[in-house]
Structure formats: structure tokens, C-alpha cells
């Protein structure tokens, strides 16, 4: 029996075996990759925290060693951070998270343990940035750079200082806003206090001196 190529019912038998031949190879696809992409979000979130301590520029190989070598998984209740020592000094990195003009951003920023108050570096990232403006948290290791030395309070307050401002008035706290990306660097103003808000910092600073005691 000769089939009709051109019937209707030979043609969606045609495009159901296709559709389920093309939705096989892709699951079987996913499924083979996924181990080694999974493999890649780690690695490059490893990164990011090395960029934050201004530890930039390594190979995957290096990434992966030093990243083994200075920083260690903590937590407090709920809340995730990393208790690094880098040259011999112990700094804190706290994950970042937050909204910009067209996306996600988020970041990592490493505070001093000494006195839990000082920025020794901050690495950010976006997921949709405008390229030249909001992207530019990402891309201008220069504009990141100017968070470090900075200060998380003021004075004696317990209340999240450090921002990004488009107008700098504390100059102790606040770093320059992104030009022409006024409501990005908006996002990653609020990103900082209300991250940064969400931790005990008197608690992690205990936690952190004495594991190092140990």
C-alpha cells in the first residue's frame, strides 16, 4: 500500500515522530552536559569570590587551587558566607543579590575581619545590563576597585553606610554611581544595605575569629 505524502494525517504523523525524535536527542543531550555545566556555574562562581578578593586574572586550573587553598564555606543559621584568609589576613565575603534597570545583578563583597567594617574588595555582576552603562559593574575593574577601604558603617551606627551614589557626600562610605547608568547603580546601592542588613555581623565576627582560633 502506497502512502499519501500528502495527506493531512501522514503529515502529522510526520511531524509527531519528528518532534519526539528532535525532544529525545535534546533530553539526551541536556543530560549528558549538564554534569560539566554544572561543573562551569561553580568554577565561575569561584571567581567572582576570588575577583572580590582581588585575587583576578587566574587560569580555571589556578582558580580552582586557590580558591581550595583560601576560602571556606560558613554559615550562620541560614545565611551563607566565606571565611577566607588572604595572605595571611582573614576577610569575609558575603553573596550579593539584587535588581538592576533591565535584570538580576548580584556580586560578592569581602569585608576585613578585623573589625568587620572595612571593604578589602566587592566583584559584581548582571544578568541584562545595558553594555557601556549598566554593564559597566561588571566590566570596569577601575569602578569596582573604588569600594575598597571603604566603610559598611558610620560612626557608631549599626545601620548599612556603604552605597553608590550619584552625588558622593560621605566620602568614607559612598562610591560614585556608574555614568549614565543612574538607575543600575541604584540597584546596586540598595543591593549593598539590604543584603548586607540581612547578616549579624557582631555574630559573624565572633564565628570567624573563632574558627580561626582553632
Not at 494525517?9 to 549528558?32: D, E, G, K, Q, R
Not at 558575603?94 to 566587592?122: Q, R
Not at 557626600?169 to 555614568?179: E, G
Request: proline share 1%.
Amino acid at each position: 500500500m502506497k502512502l499519501n505524502t500528502n495527506s493531512n494525517s501522514y503529515t502529522m504523523v510526520y511531524s509527531i515522530v519528528l518532534v519526539v525524535i528532535v525532544s529525545f536527542l535534546l533530553a539526551f543531550v541536556y543530560v549528558a552536559l549538564k554534569p560539566q555545566q554544572d561543573k562551569n556555574v561553580a568554577l565561575d562562581q569561584k571567581k567572582q569570590i576570588l575577583n572580590s578578593l582581588n585575587l583576578r586574572g587566574l587560569s580555571d586550573a589556578e582558580a580552582e587551587a586557590t580558591y581550595n587553598k583560601v576560602v571556606r564555606e560558613d554559615s550562620i543559621g541560614n545565611k551563607h558566607y566565606y571565611n577566607c584568609l588572604v595572605k595571611g589576613q582573614r576577610v569575609v565575603v558575603f553573596p550579593l543579590k539584587g535588581m538592576g534597570l533591565w535584570g538580576g545583578i548580584s556580586g560578592f563583597i569581602a569585608v576585613n575581619a578585623s573589625d568587620m567594617n572595612t571593604v578589602y574588595g566587592v566583584y559584581f555582576n548582571h544578568e541584562s545590563e545595558t553594555a557601556g552603562l549598566g554593564a559597566e559593574i561588571k566590566d570596569n575593574v577601575q569602578w569596582q576597585q573604588k569600594f575598597i577601604g571603604k566603610k559598611l558603617h558610620q560612626g557608631g551606627s549599626k545601620q548599612i553606610a556603604l552605597g553608590v551614589k550619584k552625588k558622593v557626600d560621605d566620602k568614607a562610605t559612598q562610591v560614585d554611581a556608574v555614568t549614565g547608568a543612574t538607575l543600575t547603580s541604584n540597584g546596586v546601592d540598595a543591593m549593598l544595605k539590604t543584603c548586607l542588613s540581612e547578616y549579624n555581623l557582631d555574630a559573624v565576627s565572633k564565628a570567624v575569629q573563632l574558627s580561626a582560633s582553632k
